[in-house]
């Protein structure tokens, strides 16, 4: 059996397809410590400017083996964009923005700048994004997807009006809460459509807040929001939520995105895949903590293959990658993969 | 809502039956302060404390075997996964007014045992809401308890523990990403202060990390932190 391109396996594996061996992207990255050095392209920069952005987005396959490209990485970028105080520590290479302040004061003051494209690190990732393009289509005849990664609506609409009045305002005045997801979502799908033109394969939304809300909450509230997401935007996409998800989880198949990112410390894959069935692609889970950054290459191929086996669909790390993971336990998530993919015949 | 104050009038005479009825009543206003810290019912919450008082319940127990009650009842509700984080905020705001209406009441001198715990979310992570439940929970238990806030440097650790000295640093970090700062604020503050315990949670925290970081305390919750800072103190 000859093997796809890794673009193709993933595409068809979010797709529902069976493609006869485990896929090999590996999609949800953000970089560490080791690739910003073998690189030179150091935070914030990074974060802000176009060419050291790609080289490290590049990083994931070129150092890492992961057969995937994913940026951008911080979340900050939206709120930054938004008005919220952002600040970056000058002696500090590896460390992401940080938010300071929030940018509203009140929920019904949240608007969208017409120039909000133009706005922060915005251009400085639909730039990276076509130069990532570029490189990919020039090196490996644009086998390599790229993954455009923007922030959830529940994660922005926190951060832009305050963390503790919009989880309050979904109980006490959720005429508030859904006004300010209406508006961060119009930002969603303008962000999500300009880094799909700048040549993006695969959206990825993140939305790590949403993870505090009930059920019921998640699916009066946001399942409408994250639909309006979907419907909007073309291709393959992916949402990522960490933490304990089994409560939403139900409800992710009505949301129209076609895998699920989850977090292996807050959610068993079993107990995930009897609720969602194969309606969803589960993406994940290999620890981040216990194993990409505290373990040894070999815990980490142990832990990657007992996923495989326990039936995730696509391998990724349970949620961001400490910055001073090692590259060689980076490496043996795709060495995991390889490994798996040989041992049944299948090699590249 | 039942009328309390007709019961506590009933409640003035001395005979043996109606005793034991006072101590009914007691339990039923802490068992109703607790539900209203439950049911984030901020807007009774005054009135209900008004009541123990009232009742003769000592302010304490008011804190203790109601609010505190209450808190511990959301914080299971919240690990089953029935309360979401809207919950759980409203339910503190409910604790945090009871406290403001109990805390003039309990004489001064008792209510604390006098442990100092200096608490901060370390320095790159921005989250407070566990935190703050965290703080709450151990002004409860009976600590005193310094906020530092969010994004703590170890420097500003250091500072507090030098000016204010501290028996415990209970530090809280959500992201994978900021663990360096929780390691470093552990080394740099248990270097200078090597009689300072210190205490970790928060989602990237595993009991592992907490231990190999150096920290002698490690809670999965608020209702464990204030077992486990109890602990480290006897």
């Given at each position: 059996m000859k093997m796809l391109s890794p673009k193709e396996e993933l595409i068809r594996m979010l797709g529902?397809?069976?493609?006869g061996y485990f896929p090999r992207s590996i999609p949800v990255f953000t970089p560490v410590v080791d690739m910003m050095e073998k690189t030179g392209s150091f935070f914030p920069k990074a974060n802000y400017e176009a060419e050291p952005m790609a080289k490290l987005a590049l990083a994931a396959h070129e150092?890492?083996?992961?057969?995937c490209v994913m940026l951008p990485?911080?979340?900050t970028v939206e709120m930054e964009a938004l008005g919220c105080e952002v600040v970056n520590r000058d002696?500090?290479?590896?460390g992401y923005p940080q938010f300071k302040k929030?940018?509203?004061?009140?929920?019904?003051d949240v608007r969208l700048p017409q120039d909000i494209l133009g706005r922060g690190s915005f251009p400085a990732v639909f730039e990276a994004t076509k130069l990532v393009r570029q490189s990919i289509d020039r090196n490996y005849d644009g086998g390599i997807p790229i993954v455009s990664m923007f922030q959830g609506p529940f994660t922005i609409a926190s951060y832009i009006i305050g963390v503790n009045d919009m989880y309050k305002h979904v109980i006490r005045d959720e005429k508030r809460a859904a006004h300010v997801l209406d508006k961060v979502s119009d930002l969603n799908i303008l962000y999500g459509e300009r880094m799909l033109e700048k040549g993006g394969d695969v959206i990825l939304m993140s939305d790590?807040?949403?993870?505090?809300?009930?059920g019921e909450q998640f699916s009066k509230l946001l399942l409408p929001v994250y639909r309006k997401i979907t419907d909007a935007l073309k291709g393959k996409k992916m949402v990522h939520i960490c933490g304990r998800t089994a409560r939403i989880a139900p409800h992710l198949p009505e949301?129209?995105?076609?895998?699920f990112s989850f977090d292996s410390s807050g959610v068993d894959i079993e107990q995930l895949r009897e609720v969602v069935g194969n309606s969803l692609t589960l993406i994940g889970s290999v620890p981040?903590?216990?194993?990409?950054?505290?373990?040894s290459k070999e815990d980490v191929i142990e832990v990657s293959e007992d996923m495989i086996r326990r039936g995730t669909d696509i391998l990724s790390?349970?949620?961001?990658?400490?910055?001073?993971?090692?590259l060689e336990n980076i490496r043996a998530m795709a060495d995991a993969i390889t490994k798996w993919n040989s041992e049944r015949g299948m090699n590249a | 809502m039942i009328d309390i104050r007709s019961r506590i009038a009933i409640m003035q005479t001395t005979s043996f039956g109606e005793l034991v009825m006072a101590r009914d009543t007691q339990k039923e206003i802490l068992e109703r302060i607790a539900e209203a810290v439950v049911q984030f019912d901020e807007e009774h919450v005054d009135a209900l404390c008004a009541d123990a008082m009232e009742a003769g319940i000592d302010p304490n127990d008011a804190i203790l075997l109601g609010l505190a009650q209450g808190m511990q009842k959301v914080g299971e509700l919240y690990d089953s996964q029935e309360y979401g984080i809207p919950e759980v905020l409203l339910c503190a705001d409910t604790l945090n007014r009871g406290m403001d209406y109990l805390k003039p009441h309990v004489p001064s001198g008792?209510?604390?045992?006098?442990f100092r715990v200096i608490i901060g979310t370390v320095e790159g992570d921005i989250h407070s809401i566990g935190k703050n439940i965290v703080k709450l929970m151990l002004e409860v238990g009976g600590f005193k308890v310094v906020d530092l806030g969010e994004d703590v440097a170890p420097a500003q650790f250091l500072t507090e523990c030098r000016?204010?000295?501290?028996d415990i640093v209970a530090l809280s970090t959500m992201m994978t990403t900021t663990l360096q700062s929780m390691k470093q604020t552990i080394d740099q503050v248990g270097g200078d202060f090597p009689s300072v315990l210190f205490m970790a949670g928060g989602a990237s925290v595993t009991e592992e990390t907490a231990q190999k970081f150096g920290a002698r305390g490690y809670a999965e919750n608020a209702t464990e932190a204030v077992k486990v800072a109890k602990g480290l103190m006897s």
């Open positions: 529902g397809e069976n493609i150092l890492g083996g992961w057969n990485w911080a979340s002696n500090d290479r590896a929030k940018a509203f004061a009140d929920a019904y790590p807040a949403a993870e505090g809300l009930t949301t129209g995105f076609h895998g981040t903590v216990t194993h990409l950054l505290e373990g790390p349970s949620c961001g990658l400490p910055q001073f993971a090692p | 008792v209510q604390t045992q006098g000016e204010g000295g501290g």
